[in-house]
Every structure is written in C-alpha cells, then in structure tokens.
Nanobody
Framework: QVQLVESGGGLVQAGGSLRLSCAAS????????MGWFRQAPGKEREFVAA????????YYADSVKGRFTISRDNAKNTVYLQLNSLKPEDTAVYYC?????????????????WGQGTQVTVSS
C-alpha cells in the first residue's frame, strides 16, 4: 500500500506560480506512474498531468500544457507539479495518485492510491 501526502497549495494572484509536492511512503514509489488531478467545486475530478516511472515520459491535459510541469525525484519518493501562469479557472483541490503503466491514462477510476488533496486558489 502507498500513502500520499500533497503540500504546497495556497492563494495566488492570476499570473503567479506555485509548486505542489506529493510525498509517498513505502519503497515501491519508483514502480508507479504518478498523476495529478484536480477538482473544482461542483465539477468532476479531471486529469492534469502524469509522469512515467523513470520520469522520462510526461503527459498533460491540453488546458495546462505549456504552463504546468510535472517531475519526480525517486530518491525522495516525491512527485512535483510546477504551476506557472496561473488562471482563476485553475482554482481547485489538487490530488496526486498512483496510476497504471500508460501515462496517457486520464480516467481517475484507473488510478489506485490517492492523497488527501491540497487547495489551490487563484484570484483575478
């Protein structure tokens, strides 16, 4: 079993940046594809980005491509999401999760372990 803890959320003005972290417990972190999702009030959880086990392959939702960057440090059991050029519509709770082998998997139901989420609020 894997436990995930997100951090780094907060309140930021439009155009600003944040860096989210997701720390994983256990020795098997490097065996998982990792993904980031977000959920705004009244909306379904949506895929944001994913990264392969080695970190060599990444995949992004069109809405964040060019603004967000996913990365990982397997030595630290941590996956990151750098959020740049933030917009008010990026406001949501952001979750990390362990995923299937294919980094282009966007369905939340196919991700197994989830963190508790971290709130990102972007003011206009």
């Amino acid at each position: 079993q894997v436990q995930l803890v997100e951090s780094g959320g907060g309140l930021v003005q439009a155009g600003g940046s944040l860096r989210l972290s997701c720390a994983a417990s256990g020795r098997t972190f490097s065996t998982y594809t990792m993904g980031w999702f977000r959920q705004a009030p009244g909306k379904e959880r949506e895929f944001v980005a994913a990264i392969s086990r080695s970190g060599g392959i990444t995949y992004y939702a069109d809405s964040v491509k060019g603004r967000f960057t996913i990365s990982r440090d397997n030595a630290k059991n941590t996956v990151y999401l750098q959020l740049n050029s933030l917009k008010p519509e990026d406001t949501a709770v952001y979750y990390c999760a362990t995923g299937p082998f294919d980094v282009s998997t966007i369905q939340p139901s196919l991700y197994e372990y989830w963190g508790q989420g971290t709130q990102v609020t972007v003011s206009s």
